[in-house]
């Protein structure tokens, strides 16, 4: 009986499960991390939403199987959001398909459109799913920058003009996890023209719609005219609504792609639970003012954040957008390369943050520090990074953090 399972085989231990397993060890051993490594929020969902979970979950009919391609209510309700946000017109019968959280969607859309010895272009440093997604799928990929420059679109000229058999889909997302940038719509523009031009599928995954600063919304692909003829734009509830366990998201854009990824849907799932569902639908429809008190206090955090690392010693780029803070490792320290420096915070400073090459090479010598503690928290995780620092000999300003 053979073990040498193929898809397995295709699948790099998962770095970022050691420094999760170390966190949770130092945890269990009685110590206080501040938890900085995963992008779950840690403030609550708004009470008019539990409140519909419960209200539903209260009635018999409520616990049968619900429907895999979602609830109609809530496919309209994603419609009409992206014709509130971004003026786009969707069909909610046949251009938005709901999902397990955006993952579950990209992984779904990858089991329906990749044969073995595809060939897709993704970003890299990425979420792992925009790459392991199409591996497990069988493809193959081949990397372009995250840098949304004119380096991006010669990579892509480059990869269409040599890599055989040609690609056939392009996977994006922006605000970017793990790096935060942002885009303008004229990006979009010339994906779309470049997409079409190249007979490619586009994967937009749009996860941090929401959490933009600054005053500069982030805009959808879907919003450059015939975009729908070649893309499909990947949201989620999790960031927006503070609701990432309830694990909702959706797929909205080309009706080809969303027709495939609905008919693998039906063979692998029944849908969320349907109180989850008639709950997002309360989510979408109902107050919005979480949403720019959620935008409000990550643009806090962030505040925070980059001055008082700085304050300890460690210059951080301030992001944009998103619920995270792409870090160069301190230049002194660089030789430790992201995981062993990642391994060294926690362990010394008891600050967890994710080590950049868990998302992708060219993640090397960075970390992801996702702004998930309160602004407290965040202070004496400078605090301890200072200690840190000072300990392996950096200089660092006199002056205290925080």
Same mark, same amino acid.
């Given at each position: 009986?053979?073990?040498?399972?193929?898809?397995?085989?295709?699948?790099?231990?998962?770095?970022?499960?050691?420094?999760?397993?170390?966190?949770?060890?130092?945890?269990?051993?009685?110590?206080?991390?501040?938890?900085?490594?995963?992008?779950?929020?840690?403030?609550?969902?708004?009470?008019?939403?539990?409140?519909?979970?419960?209200?539903?979950?209260?009635?018999?009919?409520?616990?049968?199987?619900?429907?895999?391609?979602?609830?109609?209510?809530?496919?309209?309700?994603?419609?009409?959001?992206?014709?509130?946000?971004?003026?786009?017109?969707?069909?909610?019968?046949?251009?938005?398909?709901?999902?397990?959280?955006?993952?579950?969607?990209?992984?779904?859309?990858?089991?329906?459109?990749?044969?073995?010895?595809?060939?897709?272009?993704?970003?890299?440093?990425?979420?792992?799913?925009?790459?392991?997604?199409?591996?497990?799928?069988?493809?193959?990929?081949?990397?372009?920058?995250?840098?949304?420059?004119?380096?991006?679109?010669?990579?892509?000229?480059?990869?269409?003009?040599?890599?055989?058999?040609?690609?056939?889909?392009?996977?994006?997302?922006?605000?970017?996890?793990?790096?935060?940038?942002?885009?303008?719509?004229?990006?979009?523009?010339?994906?779309?023209?470049?997409?079409?031009?190249?007979?490619?599928?586009?994967?937009?995954?749009?996860?941090?719609?929401?959490?933009?600063?600054?005053?500069?919304?982030?805009?959808?692909?879907?919003?450059?005219?015939?975009?729908?003829?070649?893309?499909? !734009? =990947? &949201?989620?509830?999790?960031? @927006?609504?503070?609701?990432?366990?309830?694990?909702? $998201?959706? +797929?909205? *854009?080309?009706?080809?792609?969303?027709?495939?990824?609905?008919?693998?849907?039906?063979?692998?799932?029944?849908?969320?639970?349907?109180?989850?569902?008639?709950?997002?639908?309360?989510?979408?429809?109902?107050?919005?003012?979480?949403?720019?008190?959620?935008?409000?206090?990550?643009?806090?955090?962030?505040?925070?954040?980059?001055?008082?690392?700085?304050?300890?010693?460690?210059?951080?780029?301030?992001?944009?957008?998103?619920?995270?803070?792409?870090?160069?490792?301190?230049?002194?320290?660089?030789?430790?390369?992201?995981? !062993? =420096? &990642?391994?060294?915070?926690? @362990?010394?400073?008891?600050?967890?943050?994710?080590? $950049?090459? +868990?998302? *992708?090479?060219?993640?090397?010598?960075?970390?992801?520090?996702?702004?998930?503690?309160?602004?407290?928290?965040?202070?004496?995780?400078?605090?301890?990074?200072?200690?840190?620092?000072?300990?392996?000999?950096?200089?660092?300003?006199?002056?205290?953090?925080?």
């Amino acid at each position: 009986m053979s073990e040498d399972f193929y898809r397995i085989k295709r699948l790099p231990p998962y770095v970022i499960a050691e420094v999760n397993a170390m966190r949770a060890a130092a945890r269990a051993g009685g110590e206080d991390i501040i938890d900085l490594g995963m992008g779950n929020p840690d403030l609550p969902p708004p009470e008019h939403v539990i409140e519909k979970l419960v209200e539903v979950a209260r009635k018999p009919s409520a616990h049968g199987y619900s429907q895999s391609k979602g609830i109609p209510g809530l496919r309209k309700a994603q419609a009409n959001y992206y014709g509130r946000r971004f003026g786009v017109d969707v069909d909610p019968e046949t251009e938005v398909v709901v999902t397990m959280g955006s993952k579950e969607g990209l992984a779904s859309l990858a089991t329906a459109i990749t044969a073995p010895g595809d060939v897709v272009l993704a970003p890299n440093p990425s979420y792992p799913i925009h790459t392991f997604g199409f591996i497990i799928a069988g493809a193959t990929i081949r990397a372009v920058p995250t840098t949304p420059d004119e380096a991006y679109f010669e990579s892509l000229e480059r990869a269409m003009a040599f890599t055989v058999p040609a690609p056939s889909v392009l996977v994006m997302g922006y605000p970017s996890n793990p790096t935060a940038e942002v885009v303008d719509l004229a990006f979009y523009e010339r994906v779309v023209a470049f997409a079409k031009n190249h007979k490619l599928w586009v994967i937009s995954d749009l996860a941090y719609s929401e959490l933009y600063f600054d005053g500069k919304p982030t805009p959808s692909i879907l919003q450059v005219p015939g975009a729908k003829d070649v893309a499909i !734009e =990947f &949201t989620s509830l999790s960031k @927006t609504y503070s609701m990432a366990g309830w694990r909702m $998201g959706f +797929g909205v *854009g080309n009706k080809t792609l969303i027709a495939a990824m609905t008919r693998v849907k039906s063979y692998l799932d029944y849908g969320a639970f349907t109180p989850i569902q008639a709950a997002a639908c309360a989510a979408l429809n109902g107050p919005q003012d979480i949403v720019e008190r959620n935008r409000q206090l990550y643009h806090k955090r962030r505040d925070v954040l980059v001055e008082s690392f700085s304050r300890a010693g460690w210059d951080i780029p301030s992001p944009r957008a998103s619920m995270f803070a792409w870090a160069p490792l301190p230049p002194a320290l660089a030789h430790l390369g992201s995981l !062993e =420096f &990642t391994k060294q915070l926690l @362990t010394h400073a008891h600050v967890a943050v994710a080590p $950049g090459v +868990g998302y *992708g090479e060219n993640g090397e010598g960075y970390v992801r520090i996702a702004m998930v503690e309160n602004e407290q928290r965040l202070r004496q995780a400078a605090r301890n990074v200072k200690k840190y620092l000072q300990s392996m000999g950096v200089n660092t300003p006199a002056r205290g953090a925080g």
